[in-house]
């Protein structure tokens, strides 16, 4: 059975390391004394930074929200349609924008990019503090521009109370 488990370093000077999460501390509890577990282990992600870049792309969100939507023609065809706003998509653009894609492949030939995942266990710190600041970029030219008063000091001011008042 696999079970996620995140443990930390106790401060003592021998090394030990302590469950972090009642359920970490639930799972290391059912254990019998001297039995061993293995697994991976990495050092994990700074979840604080994880809610700031998802509180970034929610502020541009929801002033993108705001503008006015017009009708674009569909790729290859005639028909009009006028984009509805969704919040993950537009998450997935700005990655996208921003240079953190795959691209794949269709039976077809054709190829299309998808922004890659930011979860934990695909991504590491130092990759995603670049996807912070390239997306903060791409936002800053699309939607929070200079010519609508924001500055990246202010956003970023913004995201950072934000992220400490949730």
């Not at 254990?31 to 577990?37: A, E, T």
């Not at 970034?56 to 290859?76: K, N, T």
């Not at 991504?123 to 924001?150: H, I, N, T």
């Amino acid at each position: 059975m696999a079970v996620a488990l995140q443990l930390v370093r106790s401060y003592q000077p021998q090394p030990i390391l302590l469950p972090v999460s009642a359920n970490d501390e639930a799972f290391v509890l059912k254990l019998k004394p001297g039995q061993m577990i293995s697994g991976e282990f990495r050092k994990a992600r700074n979840a604080l930074f994880h809610r700031k870049f998802m509180k970034l792309c929610r502020i541009a969100y929801d002033v993108f929200e705001q503008l006015p939507q017009a009708p674009v023609r569909m790729a290859g065809s005639n028909q009009w349609v006028t984009p509805q706003p969704d919040f993950n998509e537009f998450r997935y653009w700005a990655m996208v924008k921003a240079g953190f894609y795959d691209v794949v492949g269709y039976p077809d030939g054709r190829v299309r990019v998808r922004a890659k995942s930011v979860s934990f266990v695909n991504m590491e710190q130092v990759e995603f503090e670049k996807v912070y600041s390239a997306v903060l970029d791409v936002v800053l030219r699309y939607v929070l521009s200079p010519q609508r008063g924001w500055s990246r000091e202010q956003v970023d001011q913004l995201v950072d109370r934000l992220v400490n008042f949730d």
